[in-house]
């Protein structure tokens, strides 16, 4: 395995802090965006997450020299993952019957499945290929679309619901953006001062290409209606499924973080960056624990309609329900504190420990 980047770790680490701020967000019972900058920013700033998660799960694939056999073992697993332990720390029901959801680790498992056939390929085309995904897929929406998809359309790009299963994340053009992210990791490997100056140079033309775009808006994910919205309009990009605008909003000034964060060490984001999946198996069930305790602080009970179907099919929210952003806010804090102690111990045993079960987590 080669040496960890600190500044990968790092940037994984904060946008994995803003995930914790949606997930808040969905036990708060507060809208996805709307029209307040307080409530559509506390949305927007959180899109950036799944991009750099995938993205940067492909360049780790690459800088660790990731086997077909690990990808396609660790994939089947998250997938697993995904419709088991995460399906009941989202929604503390067992009702798997009527939902299920094929959210971003599950999409992160089938892309790393496709990644095992592709890593047979030279880094470079596998990069690619990721970048004419991302670059072409809004082609088919040029195209006719099915009144009643089938299984494989809506797994694919088209999403929605396959009987209990809810197809949140689709394979297309996610997985090339986990096969540019392993591209990438080409450029990592370079001398820290040449490397800054790709990730700058990259970052800043994929910004400046999605402001041209938005701006005609012709391809990408053309919207002539947000332009009335003024900025929130121009930032509203689609994200089920991810538009290419959408992705060059994100990728973009995630690499320039990378190349900021060069030389930068030790730190609360650099510790959770190190151990994304237990950060991310462990902080769905303790910020929906920290809901249940606003609620019994709040209400002398625990609501029941915490225990519904989130975040995609929960019930109808209760009357009065809503916290305040500052609420919200404070429990994301709050939980953040808590979640370091545990991901700082986990990062120890990481680095000291060499059990091979140790990678799937």
Same mark, same amino acid.
């Given at each position: 395995?080669?040496?960890?980047?600190?500044?990968?770790?790092?940037?994984?680490?904060?946008?994995?802090?803003?995930?914790?701020?949606?997930?808040?967000?969905?036990?708060?019972?507060?809208?996805?965006?709307?029209?307040?900058?307080?409530?559509?920013?506390?949305?927007?700033?959180?899109?950036?997450?799944?991009?750099?998660?995938?993205?940067?799960?492909?360049?780790?694939?690459?800088?660790?020299?990731?086997?077909?056999?690990?990808?396609?073992?660790?994939?089947?697993?998250?997938?697993?993952?995904?419709?088991?332990?995460?399906?009941?720390?989202?929604?503390?029901?067992?009702?798997?019957?009527?939902?299920?959801?094929?959210?971003?680790?599950?999409?992160?498992?089938?892309?790393?499945?496709?990644?095992?056939?592709?890593?047979?390929?030279?880094?470079?085309?596998?990069?690619?290929?990721?970048?004419?995904?991302?670059?072409?897929?809004?082609?088919?929406? +040029? #195209?006719?679309?099915?009144?009643? $998809?089938?299984?494989? !359309?809506?797994? %694919?790009?088209? &999403?929605?619901?396959? =009987?209990?299963?809810?197809?949140?994340?689709?394979?297309?053009?996610?997985?090339?953006?986990?096969?540019?992210?392993?591209?990438?990791?080409?450029?990592?490997?370079?001398?820290?001062?040449?490397?800054?100056?790709?990730?700058?140079?990259?970052?800043?033309?994929?910004?400046?290409?999605?402001?041209?775009?938005?701006?005609?808006?012709?391809?990408?994910?053309?919207?002539?209606?947000?332009?009335?919205?003024?900025?929130?309009?121009?930032?509203?990009?689609?994200?089920?499924?991810?538009?290419?605008? +959408? #992705?060059?909003?994100?990728?973009? $000034?995630?690499?320039? !973080?990378?190349? %900021?964060?060069? &030389?930068?060490?030790? =730190?609360?984001?650099?510790?959770?960056?190190?151990?994304?999946?237990?950060?991310?198996?462990?902080?769905?069930?303790?910020?929906?624990?920290?809901?249940?305790?606003?609620?019994?602080?709040?209400?002398?009970?625990?609501?029941?309609?915490?225990?519904?179907?989130?975040?995609?099919?929960?019930?109808?929210?209760?009357?009065?329900?809503?916290?305040?952003?500052?609420?919200?806010?404070?429990?994301?804090?709050?939980?953040?504190?808590?979640?370091?102690?545990?991901?700082?111990?986990?990062?120890?045993?990481?680095?000291?420990?060499?059990?091979?079960?140790?990678?799937? !987590?």
């Amino acid at each position: 395995m080669r040496q960890r980047i600190d500044s990968i770790d790092f940037v994984r680490g904060v946008v994995m802090i803003l995930m914790a701020i949606d997930h808040v967000r969905v036990f708060a019972g507060i809208p996805a965006g709307g029209t307040s900058p307080g409530v559509f920013f506390t949305r927007w700033i959180t899109h950036f997450v799944a991009p750099a998660f995938i993205f940067l799960a492909g360049t780790s694939a690459y800088l660790r020299g990731a086997s077909s056999k690990f990808l396609l073992t660790r994939g089947a697993w998250l997938i697993l993952l995904e419709l088991t332990v995460i399906r009941i720390a989202w929604t503390f029901n067992f009702d798997f019957g009527h939902y299920m959801l094929a959210g971003v680790i599950w999409v992160i498992g089938w892309s790393m499945i496709i990644l095992a056939a592709a890593v047979h390929l030279p880094p470079r085309i596998v990069g690619a290929i990721g970048v004419a995904i991302i670059a072409l897929h809004n082609v088919i929406d +040029f #195209l006719p679309q099915p009144q009643d $998809p089938n299984p494989l !359309l809506r797994l %694919l790009y088209l &999403g929605g619901a396959v =009987g209990p299963l809810f197809i949140l994340y689709v394979i297309v053009p996610w997985a090339g953006v986990m096969m540019a992210g392993y591209g990438f990791g080409t450029v990592m490997e370079l001398d820290p001062a040449r490397r800054r100056t790709i990730c700058l140079r990259l970052g800043f033309a994929m910004t400046i290409l999605f402001v041209v775009l938005r701006w005609i808006d012709v391809y990408g994910d053309p919207r002539p209606w947000a332009h009335k919205r003024g900025l929130f309009g121009f930032i509203a990009t689609t994200k089920y499924p991810a538009s290419l605008e +959408f #992705l060059l909003m994100t990728l973009g $000034p995630i690499l320039i !973080l990378i190349a %900021l964060a060069e &030389g930068w060490r030790e =730190g609360i984001a650099t510790t959770f960056g190190r151990v994304p999946m237990f950060y991310y198996l462990l902080h769905i069930p303790v910020i929906h624990i920290a809901a249940c305790i606003v609620s019994l602080m709040r209400e002398g009970r625990v609501d029941p309609w915490l225990f519904g179907n989130f975040p995609v099919n929960p019930p109808e929210q209760p009357p009065g329900y809503m916290w305040s952003l500052g609420l919200l806010y404070l429990v994301w804090l709050i939980c953040v504190i808590a979640l370091y102690f545990p991901s700082r111990w986990y990062a120890r045993v990481r680095a000291t420990k060499r059990y091979p079960w140790l990678s799937y !987590l």
